[in-house]
């Protein structure tokens, strides 16, 4: 099989996902169509053909995708599009999110060809997974994607495309409660620079004075801000918060994981 055409469409807050997204589709061709949702998740995204491949990228939220994300993934349309889903994590597990992400895929209309699961830098600190994807990641990430093209260009049609197992359960694992209303404090060495409220995907960082969350109630926890933030001014300092984090370094920040691909 031929591809007339890539795209690639992903959600990254932090953009340890976008790195392993743009990695792998950067093995297949210089001219990509590229659908970045983080900002903005009603951009024109247009309808998928079947001599087409579509790389999709998402963090792992709770186990899950993000829920955000998901009424922009419903409305995708595709005519038997081949796609390779990617879920990025913080190194303590994936669960759910890679079944599930492939999973509304295919209601969509998607083929899977091959599928993975990357570690990135945890959104709650670099303690945790620091710096991935690194330089070995990212070879695998290639890897990875030419070994998906040999697998496409074996099959004469997308009937002969092999079939692949994804890890996880049905139902999937219960999302986080959405009623957990906290988010970034901001110190006095704020200087008002403005970097943290472009980068922030639900736009809750006033645009007149960054200091201030004009709805906290929206806040995902992505921690955009506080790592974008030169004067490290944003910062996390609720309750649940600091219990997660120190959970997280007492038991995730000595493992290394790696990749899994599914092919
Ligand atoms: C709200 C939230 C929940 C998360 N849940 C998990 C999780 O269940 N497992 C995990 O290993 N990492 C988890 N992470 C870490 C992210 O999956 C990880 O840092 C990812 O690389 C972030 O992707 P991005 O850089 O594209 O934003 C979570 C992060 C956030 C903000
Ligand atoms: S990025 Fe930091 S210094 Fe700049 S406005 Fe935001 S909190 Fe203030
Ligand atoms: S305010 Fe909340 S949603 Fe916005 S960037 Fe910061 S952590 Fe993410």
Known sequence: MQMKKISTLYFSPTNTTKSVVDTIASVYSNNITNYNITLDRNIEINDFKEDELLIIGMPVYG???PSIIKDTLKKLKAQNTLCIPVVVYGNRAFEDALLELSDCLEECGFKIVSAAAFIG???YGAEIAGGRPNDDDLNIAKEFALKSIEKI???DTIDNLEKISIPGNHPYKESAPSAVYWGPQTLDTCNDCGLCKDVCPMGIIDKE???LITDVTKCIHCCACV???PQNAKVMTSE???KFRGF???NYSQVQKQPELFI
Request: glycine share 4%; proline share 0%.
């Open 248 to 250: 997280l370094i007492s």
């Open 240 to 242: 649940m918060y600091n």
């Open 121 to 123: 830098e945890h959104s």
């Open 153 to 155: 260009s074996k099959a």
């Open 209 to 211: 004075n960054s200091k």
């Open 63 to 65: 186990g899950r995708i």
């Open 227 to 229: 790592k974008s933030c």
